[in-house]
């Protein structure tokens, strides 16, 4: 880290979003036809996650096997909003019961549940995208971190949750759509999300919240709370004696990667326009750990990066050779895993990064900050447990 | 719920449930036992032990093939040789798995979750290579079909009465070598201080191998009860990943009783209810009471100290 110590972010951390930035704006909607911009789109919704973890799991040490309980939860909060819009009484005619989502009819039900009926509101719906989710993580972080449980337990628990969550969403499929999920989602407020400029100006709008949740994530990392955070990460005992409640800042942790993650998912719901409990349960939650440790579980970036990667890896390689996308998936986990904790960025910091400086150098003349990718004080050897 | 049935039939029903229960505790103390060895007394997290208890189940499967094929007489009695042949290949699998992977991450519990992981799938997808997606099922012998007839409204499957019958030697078997052996002294050894059981001269390294080989060899007699049970396809042992690891944790991880008692309540609380709501929010209302209790009780039921 520099020694004047910003804000927000340093120089060449500055240099990198402003990349990505390019990136995402300009590159891919210029190089990319609208289908492929929308699976960009799709793989994005999953950087959120990566961006809660990278705070979560990379600064925090805590991690968490249940994200897609947040994504999830968001997803479908999101997704009652716009089904709900969909199935209007014009819209759902045929139904034995007009005016419901066609599921609940399909499945006997007759009278919209309780809890659906404030989602016909956009605002409480956008504020139960955020809140729904964040108290549910504040109950079992408050539950799991005061009485000091951590590590591989907490992992344990959050797995439980997600697979718990499937479960019912699955079995209660008369008011959550089943195994199906929502489908047939149409409009916002009036506004057709289907057709192609919609989907572009949907994708603008996901990258704005990406860079929205990105900027959030620096200003927590450069803050005292940050490097609180790191502290606890690695002598959790040392920051307890100092007099800080280690518990409380772990909830916090868990609680603003669960916002992050359920941002996500809302965004899922309207870029891609269904939600179903395969993004819930417990393999996509630990697929969503993975994007994050490819990117580099310390770098805030390099989480974004590594959910594009993979991403798009797995649609390439499933689409060519299905047979071998899951030795591929489980092949890059056991790789990351033992030879690069710190994942591509990481690499980056350790090799690309000097290289680069040196060249600067050599041509300029010139000694500038020379902070890498991944803070270096951050990115002391691999993160204790 | 319960005002439906008079009394003697709520009685068939639990001891009904009750029996159908077991089976599934069989199954549950089997994977658990493994996990609880290899979790419990060396910190590791094995996600792929539901596919070495699938490997064992093939095994069972391809030994009940090769009878049925060219030794029809003595097929009444394949299933002993495949139990030893499914503990065979999933300990030598184990033991290969720990000498490339696991021993490289002894200090890093959460990566070993991870790099385990992957490991599942790529196992699932040599599974789905090699054997196919169809999932199998075995022919079991003459002598277990049919049931017992105890009375007018209970019977009791043969299959399920051995599979418990076996269930409680392999955790007597785990005991003995636990408690009583000298390798299992020299186990217990080394989880309480690895640097002083080196220095008086237990090779800490092969105890380590050993002991992740012997968890992973009782998933696959695991596996050799599950055929029984339920048909095989790569990816059968993911749906009991989790449900096992919440044994393990709601026993009290280094305890094998503890592991027994939850595995026993959970499924029994599971079989129960069952009968009287969907099977789906059966399972959510048990695993929703052991997340509850875990919340109130991190350390489980039986263990003494079990902070992170």
């Known amino acids: 880290m520099t020694t004047d110590n910003p804000r927000f972010a340093n120089r060449s951390e500055l240099l990198g979003i402003l990349v990505l930035a390019v990136l995402l704006v300009v590159i891919l909607p210029l190089c990319l036809d609208v289908f492929r911009l929308n ?62 989502p066609d599921f609940m009819d399909w499945n006997q039900i007759t009278q ?43 992992a344990i ?29 149409r409009t916002l407020k009036g506004w057709d999300i289907r057709p192609d400029h919609a989907k572009i100006v949907l994708y603008f709008f996901e990258v704005a919240c990406l860079f929205g949740c990105i900027f959030i994530a620096q200003f927590i990392r450069h803050s005292k709370l940050g490097r609180i955070l790191i502290a606890m990460r690695d002598k959790e005992d040392r920051v307890r004696f100092s007099g800080y409640s280690v518990a409380n800042f772990k909830i916090f942790a868990f609680t603003i990667a669960a916002v992050f993650s359920a941002i996500g998912g809302a965004m899922f719901a309207l870029n891609v326009g269904f939600m179903s409990p395969s993004f819930v349960g417990i393999v996509p939650s630990i697929e969503m750990v993975i994007y994050t440790a490819v990117g580099g579980r310390l770098s805030i970036l390099g989480a974004i990066y590594g959910t594009l990667l993979v991403n798009f890896a797995k649609t390439s390689l499933s689409e060519s050779f299905p047979e071998l996308w899951l030795f591929g998936l489980g092949g890059l986990f056991i790789a990351v895993v033992l030879a690069f904790p710190n994942g591509l960025a990481g690499i980056w910091g350790d090799y690309i990064q000097p290289q680069l400086n040196r060249l600067l150098r050599s041509r300029k003349s010139r000694s500038g900050p020379t902070a890498g990718w991944t803070d270096n004080s951050v990115a002391d050897g691999a993160p204790a447990e | 719920m319960f005002g439906d049935y008079s009394i003697g039939d709520l009685g068939s029903i639990f001891v009904m449930q009750g029996f159908a229960g077991l089976i599934l505790f069989s199954v549950y103390v089997l994977m658990a036992l493994g996990l609880a060895i290899i979790f419990g007394q060396m910190g590791v997290i094995n996600m792929a032990h539901g596919e070495f208890m ?42 290969l798995v720990e000498w490339v992977l696991i021993r490289h991450l002894y200090r890093r519990p959460l990566d070993t979750l991870l790099a385990t992981w992957g490991l599942s799938l790529m196992l699932q997808q040599a599974y789905r290579s090699i054997f196919g997606a169809r999932e199998v099922g075995v022919e079991l012998p003459q002598w277990m079909l049919g049931s017992m007839h105890v009375s007018d409204s209970i019977e ?135 997340v509850g209790i875990l919340m109130l009780r991190p350390q489980g039921l039986f263990a003494l100290k079990v902070r992170k």
Request: proline letters at 3%.
């Open chain 1, 39 to 100: 699976l960009v789109a799709k793989y994005l919704t999953y950087a959120f996650v990566a961006l809660g973890l990278v705070i979560c799991w990379g600064y925090g040490g805590i991690l968490s096997l249940g994200q897609g309980v947040f994504f999830g939860l968001g997803g479908y909060c999101m997704a009652m909003f716009l089904k709900l819009e969909a199935s209007s009484p014009e819209n759902t005619k045929i139904q034995s019961t007009p005016g419901i």
């Open chain 1, 112 to 154: 919209l549940p309780l809890f659906w009926k404030p989602f016909h509101s956009l605002s409480f719906t956008i504020a139960a995208v955020i809140l729904v989710p964040a108290l549910f993580a504040f109950i079992i972080g408050a539950a799991m971190f005061k009485r000091r449980v951590g590590g591989t337990y907490f």
């Open chain 1, 157 to 185: 628990i959050t797995q439980a949750v997600a697979a718990i969550l499937t479960i019912l969403i699955v079995g209660q499929q008369g008011y959550t759509g089943g195994i199906n999920g929502m489908t047939d989602l």
């Open chain 2, 54 to 95: 699938i490997l064992g189940a093939y095994v069972t499967w391809m030994t009940s093939n090769f009878f049925q094929s060219y030794l029809p007489g003595l097929f009444s009695g394949y299933f002993f040789l495949a139990m030893i042949l499914a503990f065979l290949a999933s300990g030598a699998l184990g033991m």
């Open chain 2, 156 to 290: 009791v499957p043969i299959n399920g009465v051995f599979v418990m019958a076996l269930t409680v030697l392999i955790t007597m078997a785990v005991a003995y070598i636990m408690y009583k052996s000298r390798w299992g002294r020299q186990v217990r050894a080394v989880v309480q201080n690895r640097v002083m059981a080196g220095a008086v001269g237990i090779n800490t390294e092969k105890v380590d191998r050993y002991t992740f080989a012997l968890g992973c060899g009782i998933a696959g007699v695991a596996g050799s009860a599950f055929t029984m049970i339920g048909s095989t396809g790569p990816t059968s042992g993911q749906l009991y990943i989790v449900d096992t690891f919440l044994v393990v944790v709601f026993g009290g991880a280094a305890s094998l009783l503890g592991t027994i008692a939850s595995a026993f309540s959970i499924s029994q609380t599971q079989s129960t209810l069952e009968f009287f709501m969907s099977g789906s929010m059966a399972k959510v209302l048990t695993l929703l009471a052991v």
